[in-house]
């Protein structure tokens, strides 16, 4: 059985940025695929099919507390959080309650506490007390509740605060949209959609078994590789290979690939004749997967010249075809690799790569 040596093929970042930079099209096609994918669902969940508009009524209060001079204020433990923990608590919530109109008061206190916030600036003694719900109607009934409960009630019930009072009211309903930001959402999608094609594309090429480099057939395969047929050093591996082969099969790995089509670019390459002796004869063979018969013909031969072509998903046809020839006792003498990619190898290898004839 043949073994492959892929131990001994490692990792080609260049040629995976390279094949990257030629999928870029791709690339950019899934990008922005991914993009309007992405958007599109941001704004049918948060504009189309959005939550209604809420209104919001803010008041303003001035709360004294129980210290003994100004300074003091400082010390007394009444923070934002616990702000709003006294304005979530049923002792508020029924005093609210209770100056709500008879429409309102059957509203629950778990309702309420949703519905009231208290935020606390940098002063200890200004406190604000919004109100938000889907009626602007009932906001300010509730916001007007609030005030009455906070002047009126809080200040008998809280031994820390003496006194509060209505400093601005709230008089007019604002209405809150939901927070819709587009521009980010389309940003964020692009870059999350960019980075997730170049993963999967990243994966794609790890795992594939393409061949796309003459080097590829040397340390996967262990084959002696004469090149592509542009490539500059393609004679001289030609003529030392073959110097003493009397008979040489051109063997393509696929029918896709013609022999006859091949023995023309060898003799190209070789300026009209064909390396060996005077008397060597090099003949076309079928492909020894589509015709197994040709097996024969290969085994008389003194030497083989496998054709492989570049390209996606060759890699697992060619561990076949030599595990075949193997079982037949046929040895490649080389390996030709088809219809290159020659820019991309230019790109690889740095330089022009094109044979001067």
Partial sequence: MWEGSYGKEPFDLRLTVLRLCRNLGRIIAFTCLG???????????NVALGPEPEYRVSSLFRVEYDVAEEKDVGTVHINEMTWNTYVDTEMFLNAVRGYLPDSLRETGSG?????????????????????????????????????????????????????????????????VYPDVRPLRAVILSAVLSLFFTVVFLLLKELGDDSIWLPSVLRCRYGLNV?????????????RYLFREKKRVAVCPLNERTDPADVLKALRKICGGELPGQAETEWFPAPAPLEKPECIRAL???????????????????TEYVLDFLKQQDCSVTAALLWNADEFLLRCYYGFRRNRQN
């Fill in 35 to 45: 993009t309007v994918l992405f958007v599109g669902g941001y704004y049918v969940k």
């Fill in 111 to 175: 309702e309420l506490a949703e519905e009231i916030n208290a935020l606390l600036a940098s002063n200890l003694k200004v406190l604000t007390i919004t109100v938000t719900t889907e009626d602007p109607d009932k906001s300010l009934a509730i916001a007007a509740a609030a005030e009455k409960a906070m002047v009126q009630d809080f200040p008998n019930e809280i031994s820390e605060i003496t006194s509060a009072a209505v400093i601005d009211p709230g008089t007019e309903a604002q209405t």
């Fill in 299 to 317: 085994r008389e031969a003194d030497g083989i010249l496998l054709v492989v072509p570049a390209g996606k998903h060759g890699g697992k046809q």
């Fill in 226 to 238: 004469v090149g592509t047929p542009e490539s500059p050093e393609a004679e001289e591996n030609l």
